[in-house]
């Protein structure tokens, strides 16, 4: 593992840290809000044993990237985050020529990246976990329709986990499962709180991730 930084095309240094395995398939991860790239290291570290190259970046105004305080984002600031997806996805492309590549994301991370595969058909595979249907204007609920029917989405939520819409990740995590387009799987837990908390309680899903995208 090494750490680098990407610079975006509206010029924001990003943070990130790269799993170079030299692998054919390549993960992107993007991390919940307040979170930050080090959230994935148990996950990122076993897809690099798997043999995948991973690529774990901090979004915009988190951790040590550059781009302001998350804290005083407006929805507008916090979709942005898809120029973070995009700078990133370049830079696997480039360091790994011809590589495909697999998307994750937490919370608002795994908004973003459902809004990226409904975009990007050519991505065929990703996971969020505890997505939520509309987080600051991000709207997963939308964008999930629009995957392609051969994209393969994983959603993960927990019913304990509760929401300012009212609606807990659990729910949200049922409802985006049953509006999505394309090959969908869902895992939901009764008890095990937000994005990548659940691998403390849960840690056999890191398991399931990489089940589901090896297989």
């Known amino acids: 593992m090494e750490k680098i930084t990407l610079t975006t095309s509206d010029n924001i240094t990003l943070s990130a840290l790269l799993w170079n395995e030299q692998a054919f398939v390549s993960v992107l991860l993007l991390h919940a809000m307040p979170a930050k790239k080090e959230s994935w290291l148990d996950l990122a570290d076993r897809l690099a044993k798997t043999g995948y190259n991973?690529?774990?970046?901090?979004?915009?105004?988190?951790?040590?990237?550059?781009?302001?305080?998350?804290?005083?984002?407006?929805?507008?600031?916090?979709?942005?985050?898809?120029?973070?997806?995009?700078?990133?996805?370049?830079?696997?492309?480039?360091?790994?020529?011809?590589?495909?590549?697999?998307?994750?994301?937490?919370?608002i991370g795994g908004n973003t990246i459902i809004k990226y595969m409904a975009q990007h058909p050519e991505a065929p595979k990703g996971f969020a976990l505890s997505a939520g249907l509309?987080?600051?204007?991000?709207?997963?609920?939308?964008?999930?329709?629009?995957?392609?029917?051969?994209?393969?989405?994983?959603?993960?939520?927990?019913?304990?986990?509760?929401?300012?819409?009212?609606?807990?990740?659990?729910?949200?995590?049922?409802?985006?499962?049953?509006?999505?387009?394309?090959?969908?799987?869902?895992?939901?837990?009764?008890?095990g709180g937000h994005g990548t908390d659940m691998f403390m309680e849960h840690p056999e899903l890191i398991d399931s991730i990489v089940d589901f995208l090896t297989t």
């Open 134 to 191: 509309d987080y600051y204007g991000v709207r997963a609920i939308d964008d999930i329709k629009n995957l392609d029917s051969a994209q393969q989405i994983l959603l993960v939520g927990s019913y304990d986990d509760g929401r300012k819409s009212g609606l807990n990740c659990g729910e949200q995590a049922e409802q985006l499962y049953d509006a999505a387009e394309g090959v969908k799987e869902k895992i939901i837990f009764d008890t």
């Open 54 to 107: 991973v690529l774990a970046i901090d979004l915009r105004g988190h951790g040590e990237s550059q781009g302001g305080d998350y804290k005083e984002f407006s929805d507008k600031d916090h979709k942005q985050y898809s120029i973070d997806t995009q700078t990133a996805v370049e830079y696997l492309q480039k360091t790994f020529p011809h590589t495909e590549i697999y998307l994750g994301g937490a919370s």
